[in-house]
């Protein structure tokens, strides 16, 4: 006897978690026609929504995670200029990928976006694979990219829940609940899926996302400008400023760092960190962590030594920068040092190469940002003499 079809809990919780007619046909129809109608009049341009293709699509999502879009554009040109399609992205060099990612930040993003350029090349005849199940198993893909990817190249049916749409789906839910628990995941996603059109699905994604990212703010959200305001509970009951709940964040940690420029016969020392470090695939200058303010010489060498196998000494302070990764606030003292003697690596895991190079060719190395800071600073040092 067949099995009688289990009832959809998703849509079930949402029902009872919501306010009269929130939610039900009427009102998603509403939703979907103001949400189209304000789009059409006040969607921002941008490069890639001039477009339709997967692969161009595919690279603005990925450096648009936790990167404004103000940044990333340039980004965004530069690359594609360089790598116009998947194929020449497969067939770059690691190092020359994360050159053009430099600035952008979490790393692991550029890498992995190489290591599935290669997949597709390989494996889907360098065309970008148009089914959910393929794109998700492309490396650093996961449902949020998937899903515009394919609902905005495509028009796939497929919902996206990514920081702006999670609070204006929040907001459009009035879901008081934490949205980045299990459960408020569950739901939130259910809610966006239930809201698509049957047509122009990415459409209504990129109108969801612009509503989030430039009226339902994250602090005072313009309730007045909105064009769901009259569908809104969460503006009806005023709880704007609790809704969606804020995320529990780890307190910040204070680190001192010292950055240490080696020089020898003209040319300075970089070190290429193990895919377990921070910044792992790019060049750095070598660093590490100091006892505090003014380590003194000892100190200095003996770090030095232990992580990169290089013995230097007159070392001299040259600045300190101030920089932020993740929760902790990191100040680091930057210094020169002269080379003495070096022994073989024996630290690949933080270390896996190190190269002596000419200022001049600085530019050609993908640098951590505060070494490119560094090195900008160094050689403005030198040639004031
Ligand atoms: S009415 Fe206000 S809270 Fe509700 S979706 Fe619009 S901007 Fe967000």
């Given at each position: 006897m067949p099995l009688a079809r289990p009832a959809r809990r998703p849509k079930k919780a949402i029902r009872e978690s919501l306010l009269p007619g929130v939610g039900d046909s009427a009102w998603r129809r509403a939703l979907r026609a103001r949400l189209a109608a304000w789009y059409g009049r006040h969607a921002r341009k941008l490069p890639w929504r001039e477009t339709r293709d997967p692969y161009n699509i595919w690279i603005s999502e990925t450096m648009l995670q936790q990167t404004q879009v103000v940044t990333v554009i340039p980004y965004y040109e530069r690359f594609l200029a360089t790598f116009p399609t998947v194929t020449d992205l497969a067939g770059a060099d690691e190092q020359q990928v994360l050159r053009l990612w430099e600035g952008l930040g979490y790393y692991r993003r550029a890498r992995q976006l190489h290591q599935a350029a290669k997949v597709i090349r390989d494996y889907h005849g360098g065309e970008f694979p148009n089914s959910y199940d393929a794109v998700l198993a492309l490396p650093g893909v996961g449902r949020y990219t998937a899903g515009a990817v394919l609902s905005f190249a495509w028009d796939q049916r497929l919902p996206i829940l990514e920081a702006n749409t999670l609070r204006a789906v929040s907001r459009l839910l009035a879901y008081q609940s934490d949205p980045r628990g299990s459960e408020g995941q569950r739901l939130l996603w259910q809610a966006a899926e239930d809201w698509?059109?049957?047509?122009?699905a990415g459409r209504f994604n990129q109108a969801l996302m612009e509503l989030g990212s430039q009226v339902c703010l994250p602090r005072s959200p313009l309730c007045d400008k909105c064009p769901v305001a009259t569908l809104c509970p969460t503006q009806k009951l005023n709880l704007q400023d609790s809704i969606p709940r804020p995320p529990r964040r780890p307190a910040t940690q204070q680190v001192r760092e010292a950055m240490v420029v080696v020089r020898r016969r003209g040319q300075v020392l970089l070190v290429r960190r193990g895919a377990t470090a921070r910044w792992a695939g790019m060049w750095d200058f070598p660093r590490f962590e100091i006892s505090g303010p003014s380590p003194d010489e000892i100190e200095l060498r003996r770090s030095l030594d232990a992580l990169t196998d290089v013995d230097a000494d007159r070392f001299k302070p040259l600045t300190t920068l101030q920089h932020g990764v993740t929760r902790f606030r990191i100040t680091l003292d930057c210094f020169s040092a002269q080379y003495k003697a070096a022994a073989p690596l024996s630290r690949p895991e933080e270390i896996v190469e190190r190269r002596w190079v000419s200022p001049s060719a600085l530019d050609d190395y993908p640098l951590s940002v505060t070494a490119r800071r560094l090195a900008r600073h160094w050689i403005r040092e030198m040639q004031r003499g």
């Amino acid at each position: 006897m067949p099995l009688a079809r289990p009832a959809r809990r998703p849509k079930k919780a949402i029902r009872e978690s919501l306010l009269p007619g929130v939610g039900d046909s009427a009102w998603r129809r509403a939703l979907r026609a103001r949400l189209a109608a304000w789009y059409g009049r006040h969607a921002r341009k941008l490069p890639w929504r001039e477009t339709r293709d997967p692969y161009n699509i595919w690279i603005s999502e990925t450096m648009l995670q936790q990167t404004q879009v103000v940044t990333v554009i340039p980004y965004y040109e530069r690359f594609l200029a360089t790598f116009p399609t998947v194929t020449d992205l497969a067939g770059a060099d690691e190092q020359q990928v994360l050159r053009l990612w430099e600035g952008l930040g979490y790393y692991r993003r550029a890498r992995q976006l190489h290591q599935a350029a290669k997949v597709i090349r390989d494996y889907h005849g360098g065309e970008f694979p148009n089914s959910y199940d393929a794109v998700l198993a492309l490396p650093g893909v996961g449902r949020y990219t998937a899903g515009a990817v394919l609902s905005f190249a495509w028009d796939q049916r497929l919902p996206i829940l990514e920081a702006n749409t999670l609070r204006a789906v929040s907001r459009l839910l009035a879901y008081q609940s934490d949205p980045r628990g299990s459960e408020g995941q569950r739901l939130l996603w259910q809610a966006a899926e239930d809201w698509l059109p049957r047509r122009q699905a990415g459409r209504f994604n990129q109108a969801l996302m612009e509503l989030g990212s430039q009226v339902c703010l994250p602090r005072s959200p313009l309730c007045d400008k909105c064009p769901v305001a009259t569908l809104c509970p969460t503006q009806k009951l005023n709880l704007q400023d609790s809704i969606p709940r804020p995320p529990r964040r780890p307190a910040t940690q204070q680190v001192r760092e010292a950055m240490v420029v080696v020089r020898r016969r003209g040319q300075v020392l970089l070190v290429r960190r193990g895919a377990t470090a921070r910044w792992a695939g790019m060049w750095d200058f070598p660093r590490f962590e100091i006892s505090g303010p003014s380590p003194d010489e000892i100190e200095l060498r003996r770090s030095l030594d232990a992580l990169t196998d290089v013995d230097a000494d007159r070392f001299k302070p040259l600045t300190t920068l101030q920089h932020g990764v993740t929760r902790f606030r990191i100040t680091l003292d930057c210094f020169s040092a002269q080379y003495k003697a070096a022994a073989p690596l024996s630290r690949p895991e933080e270390i896996v190469e190190r190269r002596w190079v000419s200022p001049s060719a600085l530019d050609d190395y993908p640098l951590s940002v505060t070494a490119r800071r560094l090195a900008r600073h160094w050689i403005r040092e030198m040639q004031r003499g």
